[in-house]
């Protein structure tokens, strides 16, 4: 169930975040959330359907994540 996927990924130390062809993000844990240093006030949930690269702050994850 979607319940027991979100408690099993927020209780997870590692940052997941599943993204779609289109790089768009379907899923993100809030380990990743903390360390993409997404912003307090970006309420839970908002990241959805973004695409990655507006998320990422630092250009240097960006270049990573997108040759990766």
Do not use: C, F, K
């Not at 590692?14 to 903390?34: F, K, L, P």
């Not at 949930?45 to 240097?60: Q, S």
Request: aromatic residues 2%.
């Amino acid at each position: 169930s979607q319940e027991r996927m979100d408690a099993m990924l927020g209780s997870m130390s590692e940052g997941i975040v599943v993204v779609d062809q289109t790089g768009r993000v379907h899923i993100m844990n809030a380990a990743a959330r903390d360390m993409l240093d997404l912003s307090p006030g970006l309420q839970h949930g908002t990241e959805r359907r973004t695409h990655y690269l507006e998320l990422i702050r630092d250009a240097a994850v960006s270049r990573i994540v997108t040759v990766t």
